[in-house]
């Protein structure tokens, strides 16, 4: 399903920009597969040893245009997780389509470390060199979740989604309001360029390291 967003500064200017956002983005998610490959193995041990199910949790999401893909995250929660989200539903600590609890006893001890370090994001690499993701932009969404956003927190996908964004770097586990998460990403997107992606990318790294803003 394709999606009406017009244009925007992202999408209708500054070519040179778009350019280096992408080498930027393929550079530097190729040399992370390989830099970090003894971390993802590492990853996949300690995920496997301390719950059942796959190493991997099979992120079914929508891109850019409202069109569909698949990423992949390291499992942090058990591997029923999606058919107990069922029934967790009345506990949903954010206001809008998305869920989000707090305290969700859905996440495994070892999966509680790996999202209070964003570890849990680092396969998206591979999305990043395919081009289905970027390093920043707005976060993607579940699949089961588009049909309950409105015509304005589409335009979200007027571009591609990404690891980190405004969202990520403002204290994600704070903002209870999906509007306002929905806001943010239309700022980027309005006021995009590639040395706001730098800023984005500098103040990621404090945010990860200390834990801030875990969801």
């Known amino acids: 399903m394709e999606v009406s967003v017009g244009t925007t500064p992202a999408e209708g200017s500054k ?52 069109r569909p893909f698949r990423s992949y995250k390291f499992r942090t ?26 305290e969700d006893p859905r996440i495994t001890q070892i999966g509680r470390v790996l999202r209070k370090y964003s570890l849990d994001e680092l396969p998206q690499v591979w999305s990043v060199f395919k081009g289905d993701m970027s390093l920043v932009g ?24 990404g690891i980190t964004c405004l969202w990520q770097i403002s204290g994600r586990n704070e903002i209870k309001d999906f509007d306002m998460w929905v806001k943010m990403d239309l700022e980027y997107i309005e006021h995009w360029s590639f040395w706001l992606d730098l800023k984005i990318l500098v103040k990621t790294i404090p945010a990860v390291l200390s834990g801030r803003g875990a969801s």
């Open 15 to 66: 070519p040179i920009q778009r350019a280096l956002k992408r080498l930027l983005d393929v550079v530097v998610s190729a040399v992370g597969m390989v830099v970090l490959l003894p971390v993802f193995l590492l990853l996949i041990l300690a995920v496997k040893l301390t719950s059942r199910g796959p190493a991997f949790y099979r992120w079914e999401v929508i891109g850019k245009g409202c």
């Open 77 to 102: 929660m058990v591997a029923n997780a999606d058919q107990i989200k069922r029934e967790l539903m009345t506990h949903n600590e954010m206001m809008g389509p998305v869920f989000k609890m707090r």
């Open 138 to 161: 707005p976060r993607p969404c579940l699949q089961s979740e588009l049909p309950h956003f409105s015509e304005w927190h589409r335009q979200k996908f007027a571009v591609t989604p």
